[in-house]
T-cell receptor
């Protein structure tokens, strides 16, 4: 079945440590790939997106993501986490079928400890 | 200035009541959306309008009726509210229907049905 999966419900990292959030997708053709962040009590904000080309994508707030076709993954990374990064992170896809409907993963909650 | 605004921010009501949530965007976008985020943070699209025309209508009970009086507004009316309607409802907008068009989300409306 077609799906987008975020294996980790929550992750805790220390401030200043590196971060990697996992995302895997299951679609026949590589979908368009996105990462969004939702701060507490706020709406979602787009961090970055991948359509084609360079498989390492830079986004806002110091985030980057790497597309790996062989692993059907699009993991989000940040070299040094700040306390303000504590939020819910959503991986999302738009299937490459001509539509534009966004399908979201279940989210990963990031906790940052001092 | 808030790009995508929603009113009210919180809504507490009894089962069986009818309620509306309003959304306005001042970005000049042509496309607007309603999403529902359940208690497990799962986010799913409900409706989308482009130039006041309905273009996405997911499997949503017909108690939910979106209305777009103009391109800048997309309201959501819910009849005969049920306990399962309790969720956070997000409005979003984008320039158009291209997958490349970034979606901008409102802050959400937390609906609690008692």
């Amino acid at each position: 079945a077609q799906s987008v999966t975020q294996p980790d419900i929550h992750i805790t990292v220390s401030e200043g440590a590196s971060l990697e959030l996992r995302c895997n997708y299951s679609y026949g053709a590589t979908p368009y790939l996105f990462w969004y962040v939702q701060s507490p009590g706020q709406g979602l904000q787009l961090l970055l997106k991948y359509f084609s080309g360079d498989t390492l994508v830079q986004g806002i707030k110091g985030f980057e993501a790497e597309f790996k076709r062989s692993q059907s993954s699009f993991n989000l990374r940040k070299p040094s986490v700040h306390w303000s990064d504590a939020a819910e992170y959503f991986c999302a896809v738009v299937p490459n079928t001509g539509g534009f409907k966004t399908i979201f993963g279940a989210g990963t909650r990031l906790f940052v400890k001092a | 200035d808030t790009a995508v605004s929603q009113t009210p921010k919180y809504l507490v009501t009894q089962m069986g009541n009818d309620k509306s949530i309003k959304c306005e965007q001042n970005l000049g976008h042509d496309t607007m959306y309603w999403y529902k985020q359940d208690s497990k943070k799962f986010l799913k699209i409900m409706f989308s309008y482009n130039n006041k025309e309905l273009i996405i209508n997911e499997t949503v009970p017909n108690r939910f009726s979106p209305k777009s009086p103009d391109k800048a507004h997309l309201n959501l009316h819910i009849n005969s509210l049920e306990l399962g309607d309790s969720a956070v409802y997000f409005c979003a907008s984008s320039q158009g229907t291209s997958v490349a068009d970034t979606q901008y989300f409102g802050p959400g409306t937390r609906l609690t049905v008692l």
